[in-house]
């Protein structure tokens, strides 16, 4: 799995063979994954496509939240414009960890026509000096987008002059998004970067692979540290939430690499274990660690969901060989939570749902309507891999339901919604615009300010699910005076017309 020695990471259609196009039955997709070993959707596309995901804007998600850093977007003005957005909710989330915590700060280089043709390298060299200068921070983190790929400017050989230079870290992360149509790529760039700047020794100013590792090897095995992956989807809530479950089994955890500092970062090698969130966001990180530093990891479901929360509390017990411990916890839990789940039943059994955002996610928080009793009636997942086998496992009668992979295409998930008629919708926080013109009661799959994981993230979604299906008449009135742009021809269409299946 070795990729360190190249720029970049390697797309995920290559890397994971992933699925970006499919429109079938849950059997379908599952059958499907299985038969072949690289999957024998991955060459599936489409002769129309709305609305494509950018793995440059996803990097960010992760970038931005990094503490004592500034982010050095190397592009046009409008590439990353996104991050203006973030501003408020980063710097709240940095301070809870650190109150003397900046806020976001992030450059441009702004690129123009001009630097098209004679290149950006110059704009690149003063906006590294300006922010080492000017902000003095631990790290610069350069990201990469399309346009000085296209041009040819040699962003490493700049930043490995401009490193004798600046005090600060200085970082690339090599995330243009016309090399992939998969923006979970996003994910391994950003993890690339990381792993090439951030993992070392705390002690030395070398990295770790450039040093004797048997030592520690010896001394972490045997502790009781455990790294967590988190998520930018997930709230401090949520983090609150599965360490008091892993300290409850007497572990120490620390959390990665959201809201991280880079000094963090040196410690990610004193662990016994690295504990995914999801697979789709942590392979290549845990993948790399435990080749290259015989660093077992766990990535198999995702904490949200009652069943998914159990089997992910006894995969990590197993490694300190906790199992005892973990069952009595699990009990307890499991106990408290059925009895506070009954009065949100009465309401909810019987509704139908229908799930929109990433695989892993969905798939996890159709597992919690299920517990109340709700019907399961369609997802549309971002891609498709591996990654979502094991989720399936805690869902019940799930062979006929639709399932479809698609990177936003709005258009294809408006006929569905049309065809399939749900009392819900569940999506992705971001394409809620959307969603909220059917009219619908709307819960986003997630929030930077919710709880989602464990047990009590149960409850909270059961709750909030109570509240929004009482009361949704703020969506209705969209859905009446701001009515959905797609033709009465479109909905009469199959809604999987433009997917092309490469024979």
């Known amino acids: 799995m070795n990729f360190l020695d190249a720029k970049s990471a390697p797309p995920r259609e290559d890397r994971l063979h992933a699925s970006i ?107 590294v000096i300006f922010a080492d200068r000017e902000f003095r921070p631990d790290t610069i983190i350069v990201c990469n987008s399309c346009v000085p790929a296209l041009i040819g400017d040699d962003i490493d050989s700049i930043i490995q002059e401009l490193q004798q230079e600046c005090a600060a870290i200085i970082m690339p992360v090599h995330c243009e998004g016309f090399k992939t149509k998969l923006m979970a790529t996003a994910y391994d760039a950003v993890y690339h970067g990381i792993l090439k700047k951030y993992i070392r020794r705390p002690d030395l100013k070398i990295p770790i692979w450039e040093s004797d590792v048997d030592k520690f090897r010896e001394t972490y095995k045997r502790s009781r540290n455990v790294n967590i992956l988190n998520v930018g989807s997930m709230s401090r809530a949520d983090e609150v939430e599965l360490c008091r479950l892993l300290e ?87 106990v408290v939570l059925s009895e506070a789940l009954e009065p949100f039943r009465k309401v909810l059994s019987g509704k139908r749902a229908y799930l929109a955002g990433g695989e892993v996610r969905i798939l996890a928080t159709a597992e919690i309507l299920q517990d109340l009793g709700m019907e399961v009636v369609g997802f549309k997942a971002h891609h498709y891999d591996k990654f979502a086998e094991p989720i399936f496992d805690a869902l019940e009668n799930i062979d006929e339901v639709q399932f479809s992979v698609a990177t936003n295409q709005p258009f294809e998930m408006s006929n569905i919604i049309n065809r399939l008629k749900p009392d819900l919708l569940i999506t992705h926080t971001g394409g809620n615009n959307i969603a909220a013109r059917h009219g619908l009661p709307l819960l986003p799959l997630f929030g930077p300010t919710y709880n989602y994981c464990g047990y009590s993230g149960v409850f909270e979604v059961a709750r909030r699910l109570n509240k929004i299906m009482r009361n949704f008449e703020f969506n209705r009135q969209i859905s009446l005076n701001s009515p959905l742009p797609f033709k009465k021809e479109w909905y009469e269409k199959d809604p999987f017309a433009y997917i092309k299946y490469d024979k």
Request: proline share 3%.
């Open 21 to 127: 196009a499919f429109g079938g039955k849950c059997a379908q997709v599952r059958t499907c994954e299985r038969a072949l070993a690289n999957g024998c959707t991955n060459l599936s596309a489409r002769s129309f496509s709305m609305a494509q995901g950018c793995q440059f804007t996803l990097s960010l998600a992760i970038l931005n939240t990094l503490r004592n850093a500034v982010v050095i977007m190397h592009g046009p003005i409008g590439c990353g414009i996104c991050s203006t957005g973030n501003i408020g909710t980063n710097k709240s989330f940095k301070q809870i960890r650190d109150p003397s915590a900046e806020g976001l700060i992030w450059l441009s280089t702004n690129l123009d026509e001009s630097d098209v043709i004679n290149g950006g390298e110059k704009k690149l060299q003063e906006a």
């Open 248 to 334: 409850a089994l007497g572990l120490n955890v620390t959390f990665i690499p959201c809201y991280a500092e880079p000094e963090d970062f040196q410690y990610a090698l004193e662990t016994s274990l690295n504990v995914s969130i999801c697979g789709t966001h942590d392979d290549y990180f845990v993948g790399h660690l435990e080749e290259k530093y015989n660093i077992p990891f766990v990535v198999d479901t995702i904490p949200i969901g009652r069943k998914n929360t159990d089997r992910w509390i006894r995969k990590i017990a197993a490694h300190f060989d906790l199992q005892t411990q973990a069952d009595r916890l699990i009990e307890a839990e499991n």
